[in-house]
């Protein structure tokens, strides 16, 4: 797998160590606090990673070293994400994995997975129409022309040194400034549009909604043109979200060589949601999915849920490589 493809913006691998927390973490309680919210889950596996499983048919445990990946701060100052440290993030994230039967690695030779974790929230495109590039293509749209210049009698038949000729030639200029106000302001608004365009394709990256947008773009213009607006609205929103990579850390570990086996992202709208409390219903409902495919796009009404956690002991920081 493409790394960059996987996480848009190539943000760095393991500049920041490893962490290794012992357990101590209980699974979350989930309720059914707050109002519904839609979160989305995209999931996908490497081609040949399929979990073992034991006799009595459980899946056979994986363990796994968590690492930070990289934060992306919103434009909201003081958002609650961002004051949340890798550390309490990775508190909830423990449970639902252990759900999963991946647990955490006692020392790094033993971890069969370095699960790589991102967060943050992203900047969308919503309400661009109102910025000063739509205001000045509005206000310079072609209407109706300006209103001549003035002439008085004398003027009108050619006196006074052919004034006549100097006034429409005014007129001429009046009328070509007014179309290159629009064609400049037209111009801008293109440029906005393409920036635009270049910001909703990697946010959908990063969120996993691309190719459910381009499945349903052939769609917009039918009955089922909704969720082709729906997916483009969500993702022009700020949103919350989550990515966890999980690499071979064998691999990685003896012979410096990144192998991705799955990737799982998670997000929900970030206006009117708090990050603390809606990332335990985040975390449960996209747990079903670590480890495999999801096979498109999910996306469900979620209500917040609460976690109760133990105090993890912190066994050691891999060394930066």
Request: proline fraction near 5%; charge should be negative.
């Amino acid at each position: 797998m493409n790394d960059a493809r996987e996480f848009p913006g190539a943000l760095r691998l393991i500049r920041t160590g490893v962490l290794l927390l012992a357990a101590g973490c209980v699974p979350p309680a989930m309720g059914a606090q707050g109002i519904g919210e839609i979160t989305s889950i995209y999931s996908v596996a490497a081609p040949g990673y399929v979990r073992e499983r034991l006799p009595d048919g459980t899946l056979k445990p994986e363990t796994f070293a968590f690492g930070q990946g990289g934060h992306m701060v919103g434009r909201t100052a003081g958002d609650s994400i961002d004051k949340m440290s890798f550390g309490e993030l990775v508190k909830i994230l423990a449970p639902p994995l252990s759900g999963r039967a991946y647990t955490q690695a006692d020392e790094p030779a033993n971890a069969n997975l370095l699960i790589m974790v991102y967060w943050g929230t992203t900047s969308g495109t919503e309400g661009e129409s109102g910025s000063a590039e739509y205001q000045n293509l509005q206000s310079s749209q072609k209407g109706p022309p300006p209103p001549p210049m003035q002439m008085d009698a004398a003027t009108a038949r050619g006196g006074q040194g052919g004034m006549a000729a100097d006034v429409a030639h005014m007129n001429a200029i009046q009328s070509q400034v007014a179309d290159e106000n629009f064609d400049s302001a037209l111009q801008a608004v293109t440029e906005e549009e393409k920036q635009r365009r270049f910001i909703d394709e990697r946010n959908a990256m990063l969120l996993g909604y691309d190719s459910e947008i381009g499945a349903a773009h052939s769609l917009q213009n039918t009955a089922l043109g909704d969720h082709f607006n729906e997916l483009v609205k969500e993702i022009e929103q700020d949103r919350y979200f989550v990515v966890m990579m999980a690499y071979d850390f064998q691999k990685l570990w003896k012979d410096k060589k990144k192998k991705l086996l799955w990737v799982t992202r998670i997000s929900v709208r970030q206006r009117g949601n708090e990050f603390g409390k809606v990332l335990p219903s985040m975390v449960q409902y996209a747990s079903d999915y670590f480890g495999r495919d999801s096979h498109g796009l999910l996306r469900k009404e979620i209500r917040e849920g609460r976690v109760e956690v133990g105090e993890p002991t912190t066994i050691g920081i891999l060394p930066q490589k």
